[in-house]
């Protein structure tokens, strides 16, 4: 972007550009302007004793005592990794303000109605933009900007001494090509909770209330709006609108039929002749999603909305509104002279234009430090001997890390312990986020621990169990010992759980004074001797992806917690799952790893997002997504990279996926089995990078070789491993890759749908 004077701060035609360069499909499709409702969550801070690191602890806005109040501790430094599993904000000792159960409420509705609006506008093809909580106040607030715009019309010129303007908000503004601008003012009056439950019908006097100040708060924004694209389309169409998502249309009939005098107020706002076509025009619970299931347009929802929808825009085409017009208007309300920010707990605030930015801001409030109440107190218990259990992202590997820096900090040796090559690289991410704790400490103990990282096999050798017995006890250190042992399964019907358990009974025989932390998705046959912890409360995806992996946790009910409610919502709800399709003249292969065009359109995919672009280009805004960001993922034991001889010569080409990215730019690193088999060091290496993000790439892998690791945008390509997967059928190979591959993803989910075989599969080129 141009620095402050440049010409095209003053050129109205770069401003276009830049819009067109933000949103590339501006005169073909819908955007949401930021893309993601952020939430105000109600954190308190906590302080895990004994590793000299304070946490945000959730916490409900009512019903839980504060944690808050804990003896300040001098703050250790955010080790030096794009995925510290130890991420704390910049200002450790600042106390949130506190939320209210209403805050909770007003999110919750604000995002319920911005997924209902986005719904609407893809399904029937709008050409609009939503902005959603747009202060008024940040209209072409920019410094750098102020030359350019001083001329332009702004909301403090309609300042007076008993109205500000300047000060207000509109909850949304809808540009629309070619309809014009809609107003809409939401009132979350009738959501009795904040979590996604059906609500209670609220009392008809609660309902006017909200409605009287609705309507005056709709009238102020209409006067701003009008005024600031005077200059650009004088005479552009302005509707308005209420929306109450909790509030059906005969409710409102009859609150505005009971109250004469605020039936004419909504009247006249509206521009209805009764109180029935003043209900029509407004958007109510009848034409929504349910609140429990918010995200679910279904066919019936979307046919409802979109009545509403040609009721209230009248399918009125204001023709004067050229291209270049309408990229104006949005590039006065959204371009580069305007905030466009979102809040954050600790009262900064940051720029979220794109989807891209949105991923990148909400998977970085998602890789915070955040616990429990119950982790911080199992945390501060320190028992001896514990295995956690619980479904993928409830902080199990988190909790491994503060307790290893706890043994680290008192002196300790910690080892960590993979006994399976799919449970390597999380083992290499504990070991590696435990030493760059202890490098990045500017005041080390005199005397820390050390960290040793033992590799085993116990799936295909039963002689490894006694090895990893004989190695860690030979560790022994003033009676103790302590492990911490990830992505553990012990489960009796398993050859590898049985030998699991087989080792932690040995060490608990031979080591009165072992102190081992275990952790594992699943919960059935724990060793006796360790006390079972269970983590249910999802704290490292959004809630859209987490609706994708939640299918899996409820239909492979053998052995898994199901997830659980804390009462406090997610940073953010996520965007959409985008998903595409291996399927079409151009797609090869039986499944997506392949397929070179699944290759292309998911680096397609990943450019639109921004991924590898580079520095910022407006300020305040989060760091670009790098391609250490992304996994692609699959169990198709045909995924490999290019295979080469001991003269280097290439004897087996990589798989069209792999290809395919490669043809469009990506740098790709590619971990599959062919490659464990035949280049076994490379691999090894490959792995340690990958467990750290090392290395600035997108990795493509099989699932199961990155157990425990998180990425903020995660691709799923479905696919068969010929040896386990024999006898299962699509539909449990979608639930397993759900369970494993989905479940890595934090914030961007893409999905790439296989169709069922109608023919023989043409060979892959």
């Known amino acids: ?142 410094p750098a900007y102020a030359a350019a715009t001083a001329q332009l019309p702004r909301p403090s010129q309609l300042d007076t001494k008993k109205t500000k303007y300047s000060d207000g908000e509109a909850d949304f503004v809808l540009i629309h090509r070619q309809h014009g601008i809609l107003i809409g003012e939401l009132k979350s009056v009738g959501k009795s909770q904040a979590c996604s439950q059906n609500p209670q019908p609220p009392a008809d006097a609660d309902v006017a209330k909200r409605v009287t100040k609705a309507v005056k708060q709709l009238d102020r924004s209409e006067t701003v709006v009008r005024h600031l694209v005077s200059d650009v389309s004088p005479g552009l169409t302005v509707r308005k609108a209420l929306f109450l998502p909790y509030v059906s249309t005969e409710q409102l009939e009859r609150v505005l039929d009971n109250d004469p005098q605020l039936k004419q107020a909504v009247c006249r706002s509206l521009g209805a002749g009764s109180a029935a076509e003043a209900s029509q025009l407004c958007c109510c619970s009848d034409q929504l999603s ?85 982790q911080l107190d199992l945390m501060n218990r320190n028992p001896r001997l514990v295995c956690l259990t619980g479904p993928p992202g409830t902080g199990k590997t988190v909790a491994l890390v503060l307790q290893g820096l706890r043994w680290l900090l008192q002196g300790h040796d910690v080892q960590v312990v993979s006994t399976l090559y799919t449970s390597r690289a999380a083992s290499r991410m504990i070991a590696g986020q435990l030493g760059m704790a202890l490098s990045a400490d500017p005041t080390p103990p005199p005397t820390p621990g050390s960290i040793a990282l033992h590799h085993y096999d116990f799936h295909n050798r039963e002689a490894d169990v006694q090895q990893a017995v004989t190695d860690l006890v030979a560790r022994v250190k003033d009676g103790q010992l302590h492990v911490l042992l990830d992505e553990a399964l012990f489960a009796g019907s398993d050859v590898y759980g ?20 275990a952790a594992g998705v699943y919960h059935t046959d724990i060793p006796p001797s360790l006390r079972p912890e269970p983590l249910t409360v999802p704290l490292r995806c959004a809630p859209s992806v987490l609706r994708e992996v939640q299918t899996a946790v409820d239909r492979l009910t053998a052995g898994i917690h199901n997830y659980s409610d804390s009462g406090v919502p997610a940073p953010g709800d996520g965007l959409r799952v985008i998903r595409l399709s291996h399927h079409g003249n151009a797609h090869t292969g039986r499944w997506p790893a392949e397929c070179r065009q699944c290759g292309k359109e998911v680096a397609a ?144 989910l893409i999905m790439v749908d296989v169709p069922p075989v109608t023919t023989a599969p043409s060979t892959a080129t």
């Open 498 to 517: 049985q030998r699991n358990t087989t080792l932690v009974g040995r060490l608990a025989e031979s080591v009165p004074g072992l102190h081992l932390w």
């Open 1 to 142: 972007m141009a620095g402050p004077g440049s010409s095209q701060q003053t050129n109205s035609s770069n401003w276009r550009q830049i819009v067109t360069s933000l949103y590339p499909d501006a005169l073909t499709r819908t955007y949401c302007v930021p893309p993601v409702n952020f939430n105000k969550v109600p954190y308190a801070r906590g302080t895990v004793h004994g590793t000299g690191h304070s946490a945000l602890v959730l916490h409900p806005p009512s019903g839980a005592a504060p944690v808050h109040n804990v003896p300040p501790v001098s703050q250790r430094p955010v080790p030096p990794s794009r995925y510290s599993l130890l991420t704390q904000e910049p200002d450790p000792q600042a106390i949130p303000d506190n939320v209210q159960e209403s805050d909770l409420r007003d999110d919750f509705a604000q995002n319920h109605m911005m997924v209902n609006l986005q719904e609407l506008g893809n399904s029937r093809h709008e050409v609009m933009f939503i902005l959603s909580q747009l202060s008024f106040g940040n209209y072409l607030n920019q």
């Open 290 to 374: 349910q609140p429990a299931s918010y995200w679910h347009g279904t066919p019936a929802v979307l046919s409802q909305l979109s009545t509403w929808w040609q009721h209230r825009m009248a399918c009125s085409v204001y023709t004067l509104l050229t291209d270049d017009k309408y990229l104006d208007i949005v590039a006065r309300f959204v371009g580069p002279a305007t905030t466009v920010s979102v809040p954050c707990y600790n009262g900064v605030r940051v720029e979220v234009r794109t989807a891209g930015q949105a991923v990148a801001e909400l998977g970085r409030r998602l890789a915070l430090l955040v616990l429990t109440l119950q």
């Open 605 to 748: 995919e990943l450019r639109r997002l921004g991924v590898g672009s580079g520095g910022n280009s407006l300020p305040n805004s989060p760091a670009p997504l790098s391609y250490s960001d992304v996994f692609i993922l699959t169990q198709s034991s045909e995924l490999q990279d290019d295979i080469e001889d001991d003269a280097g010569r290439v004897t087996s080409r990589a798989s069209g996926v792999v290809r395919g990215l490669r043809d469009e730019g990506l740098p790709v690193c590619v971990l599959g089995e062919q490659d464990w088999r035949h280049n076994r060091a490379r691999w090894e290496r490959d792995v340690d990078d990958v467990a750290v993000a090392a290395t600035d790439r997108v990795t493509v892998t099989r699932y199961d070789w990155l157990q425990g690791l998180e990425r903020r945008v995660v691709v799923m390509l479905p696919g068969r491993d010929k040896e386990v997967d024999e006898g299962l059928s699509d539909e449990e190979i979608d639930l397993y890759d759900r369970l494993s591959a989905a479940s890595r993803c934090t914030t961007q």
